[in-house]
């Protein structure tokens, strides 16, 4: 083959994959809906890749081009997605249209990770529904009643902990140490297993457990985007979120745990026994889905990922935004006081329920910053959304388009909450003086797709905070990054070189510590 014939393969090749790579690039502008102007190859995302911001900033530049617009556009790479700005129009989709937007856009491409990408968030369409309607049980009210005491254990040992840090190790990443916590109460109230992360971690559970779960970082996050938008790339490299090695672990141990239950005729108040309940109700009434074990470990891990970072990243952004208005903090601390003392130093479940201040605490940290920048729906049915402008043409998207959801812009529109940069738990104690819509905040989402574990997580941080907050004081330290700034370059939130703040152990407290036992 002479130079001339390699140079114009060479040469259709390049032409080739630069067409397929912007063919798309005028989409937004045909349509006459408001978009930034993409690159080739990066569309929106060229900043991301290139480090210079991170996801949350990406689609808030977005998001605030038009404050008119009921939606606005945003290239993902070479994928055209629809960024949604008006309430009403989110609510259709999401609640009253849900047969034309009944999934998600996977983040994991089953092909080349079978555990990620058979999770419930990953399931599609009657699938979906069928695990959905199975596993919807196991974290109601009464269920999770049932679990409060492993929630508890595990709170009492992480305060104790901390109440009694030596002086040079007080100024801690917290990140890190509450993970131990997420790590133990899902271990107990998931797996039946009981470990101590907090005082040993280095068990192989967390050890594994956090090799696991761990999708923050840059690699990670650039797994993410080539999971979404190239599959074929990541089944070719073997690209998976869970090594193979973790996942032998955790499928066994379901394995020999559902065995020797079975064998012993054991019982637990654990989402595992849950899950075999289910699996035996299924597999014997022959009107729903079949659930495997192979299945039953899946959701098992659904539930560890799902609780562990989440859990993790939300009460570290809580005890950063305590440290840095101690206020408010002296404010819950008082709540969780006179809570304790009108139950002779024990928790209750109903108590914990009813403090108010927390509830707000804890939903204005999820609105100030979310986890997560957005929610999202695929469309599987032709629908068409009203004209993006004033003047505008009415758009129909097709099925395969994402609608994004954008949680994180949402949470900081003037359009929405009065003063939104301000941290204010009181916006939700009287919604009419802070929050203009009450329909702007779903920080676990809307409508079926919902998060089903949103009871679960509520409880668990409620009960981390109430003893953690008896027992200490969360203050600004020498390595606090103050004003929270998050890192660049992820899809997710966090901040470069860790969440550092010191803990100072209070000289009265009303919680019935387990040294005391």
Request: aromatic residues 12%; contains cysteine; glycine residues 6%.
């Amino acid at each position: 083959m002479d130079y001339l014939t390699i140079s114009l393969s060479l040469i259709t090749v390049f032409v080739a994959v630069y067409y397929l790579a912007t063919r798309n690039n005028d989409f937004f502008k045909k349509h006459g809906i408001p978009h930034v102007p993409p690159v080739p190859f990066l569309g929106n995302m060229g900043s991301l890749v290139r480090q210079k911001s991170n996801l949350h900033d990406v689609i808030d530049r977005t998001y605030n081009l038009d404050p008119g617009a009921k939606y606005v556009g945003i290239y993902e790479f070479t994928t055209p997605i629809i960024i949604l700005r008006d309430l009403d129009l989110i609510k259709t989709i999401t609640m009253k249209y849900l047969d034309h937007f009944p999934d998600h856009r996977s983040f994991a491409y089953e092909g080349a990770d079978p555990v990620f990408g058979s999770m419930l968030f990953a399931m599609k369409g009657e699938r979906w529904k069928e695990h959905r309607n199975m596993l919807t049980p196991t974290l109601t009210s009464s269920k999770i009643k049932g679990m409060f005491k492993l929630m508890t254990e595990c709170a009492v040992r992480f305060a104790d902990f901390l109440s009694v840090l030596p002086e040079n190790e007080r100024e801690t990443e917290m990140k890190a140490l509450l993970s131990r916590y997420a790590n133990d109460v899902i271990a107990s109230c998931v797996y039946g297993v009981s470990v101590d992360s907090i005082n040993d971690p280095k068990n192989i559970f967390y050890v594994y457990g956090r090799r696991g779960t761990n999708v923050v970082g840059l690699k990670k996050s650039m797994f993410v985007l080539i999971h979404r938008n190239m599959p074929w790339l990541a089944k070719l490299f073997g690209l998976r979120f869970l090594e193979k090695h973790v996942q032998k672990f955790f499928y066994d141990l379901v394995y020999e745990t559902i065995e020797s239950r079975e064998k012993l005729g054991t019982n637990r108040s654990d989402v595992l026994q849950l899950l075999m309940d289910i699996r035996d109700k299924a597999n014997s009434s022959g009107k729903m889905t079949t659930m495997t074990v192979e299945n039953v470990a899946i959701h098992a891990f659904t539930f560890f990922f799902g609780g562990f970072d989440s859990i993790t990243s939300v009460t570290t952004l809580l005890t950063q935004m305590l440290a840095e208005h101690p206020d408010v903090q002296a404010r819950l601390q008082q709540e969780i006081d006179e809570t304790l003392r009108s139950n002779d130093g024990v928790l209750t479940y109903d108590a914990v329920h009813g403090m108010k201040y927390m509830d707000a605490v804890i939903n204005e940290t999820m609105r100030f910053c979310p986890v997560l920048p957005f929610l999202d729906r695929m469309c599987v049915e032709s629908f068409q959304l009203p004209a993006p402008v004033p003047g505008g043409q009415p758009f129909t998207l097709r099925p395969g388009m994402n609608v994004w959801i954008p949680l994180a812009a949402i949470g900081r529109d003037p359009e929405y909450f009065e003063d939104p940069d301000k941290f204010d738990p009181d916006r939700f104690l009287n919604p009419e003086a802070g929050i203009k819509n009450s329909g702007a905040h779903f920080p676990f989402g809307l409508g079926q797709r919902k998060c089903i574990g949103e009871r679960f997580a509520m409880m668990e941080m409620k009960v981390l905070l109430c003893y953690v907050l008896a027992a200490c004081n969360v203050r600004i330290g020498s390595k606090t990054t103050v004003p929270m700034k998050l890192e660049k370059g992820l899809i997710n939130a966090n901040v470069k070189g860790g969440f550092w703040l010191k803990i100072e152990p209070r000289k009265v407290t009303y919680y019935n510590s387990s040294r005391s036992n």
